[in-house]
């Protein structure tokens, strides 16, 4: 399953390699705490309860407004089109409010904008110009099965260890930070406010449990 928004960074590339990382583990809680568009998520299947969170509290009202109310975000959705002149208006009014409006916004704002980037001036304004994407369309199916998926799922807005320490025995936890200070020439870095030492992460996660096994790819 894809997911339902467009992210800079995401895992897609990444799926058809999870079976051979994975191999015969099973596992019991999956954990995402960088989750952008959730691409691995999306892709797994059988998974008992997730735990997904993200800095980007209008993305993670977005992942809220698409699990518990996805006809209702459809219909809001619905009301915009794809011209230049929507695009800069709706740009205007999106707020941080974590209402149905802003997450029928954001996901209008992501489809449409300039290679679906997310970045935001220094006052939090997202800034992205128009994406001049003539043949946009968007399936609203999507929204709905990005909803039954998310059923079973905590979603919260925060830092990456809002939620690790929910993590158990068996549990997987895919970790995938903004692109850190070594990867510095491919452009990434200028649509994040923080900058990530991979080490930090790492070390932070593997101080919760001397039994955590930790693929880095
Ligand atoms: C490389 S992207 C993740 C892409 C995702 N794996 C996918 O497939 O779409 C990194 C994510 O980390 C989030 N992020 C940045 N700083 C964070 C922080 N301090 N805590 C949690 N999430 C953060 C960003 O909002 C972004 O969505």
């Known amino acids: 399953m894809e997911p339902f928004v467009r992210w800079a960074g995401g895992k897609t590339w990444l799926i058809p390699h999870m079976a051979d990382l994975l191999g015969e583990v099973h596992i019991e809680h999956y954990h995402e705490p960088f989750l952008g568009g959730g ?17 980007n509290s209008q993305l993670i009202n977005t992942y809220i407004q698409v699990r518990d109310n996805p006809d209702g975000l459809i219909e809001e959705f619905q009301k915009f089109h794809n011209t230049e002149a929507d695009y800069y208006r709706i740009r205007e009014e999106i707020t941080a409010d974590c209402t149905i409006a802003n997450a029928a916004r954001f ?7 300039y290679n679906g980037l997310y970045r935001v001036n220094r ?3 997202y ?3 128009y994406g001049f994407r003539d043949t946009w369309e968007y399936d609203v199916q999507r929204i709905r099965d990005a ?3 998310l059923k079973n ?4 807005a925060g830092d990456f260890e809002v939620n690790k320490y929910r993590i158990k025995r068996n549990d997987l936890v895919f970790l995938d ?3 850190t200070v070594s990867h510095n020439n491919n452009g990434f870095i200028a649509y994040n406010k923080n900058l990530f030492s991979l080490n930090s992460v ?5 101080k919760m449990s001397s039994q955590m096994t930790m693929h880095l790819t």
């Open 127 to 129: 800034n992205v110009p």
């Open 202 to 206: 790492y070390t932070s996660y593997a």
């Open 107 to 113: 996901l209008f704002l992501n489809q449409t904008s």
């Open 177 to 179: 930070p903004p692109y």
């Open 147 to 149: 909803s039954e998926k």
């Open 39 to 55: 691409a691995i998520f999306f892709s797994l299947d059988h998974l008992k309860k997730s735990y997904l969170s993200d800095a």
């Open 153 to 156: 799922t905590r979603i919260t």
């Open 123 to 125: 006052k939090g304004r």
